[in-house]
């Protein structure tokens, strides 16, 4: 089975469209990034960079966890 895959167009910009953050921006190194995570804990969006994506938090919380992480009950 063949796919068509169509030929990628640029997408014309558009002057005083709602639009004009295209790229998401990074809640705790404030860059713009491809792609951002929301930290399931506070709700910043981070990159990949100030986080960890698998587990959706961010460096902040990720720290928080790690504190608070109970060492007694062993499985
Ligand atoms: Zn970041
Ligand atoms: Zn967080």
């Known amino acids: 089975m063949k796919e068509v895959s169509l030929p990628i167009e640029p997408v014309p910009k558009k ?6 953050e295209v790229f ?4 705790i ?13 506070c709700g910043v ?7 960890n994506p698998m587990a959706l938090v961010c460096t902040n919380c990720e720290d928080e966890e790690e504190e608070e992480k109970p060492k007694k009950a062993k499985k």
């Open 24 to 27: 998401p921006k990074c809640g």
């Open 45 to 51: 969006e981070f990159c990949k960079d100030c986080g």
């Open 29 to 41: 190194c404030y860059s713009v990034v491809d792609e951002t995570y929301t930290c399931k804990e």
């Open 15 to 20: 002057r005083g469209d709602n639009s004009a």
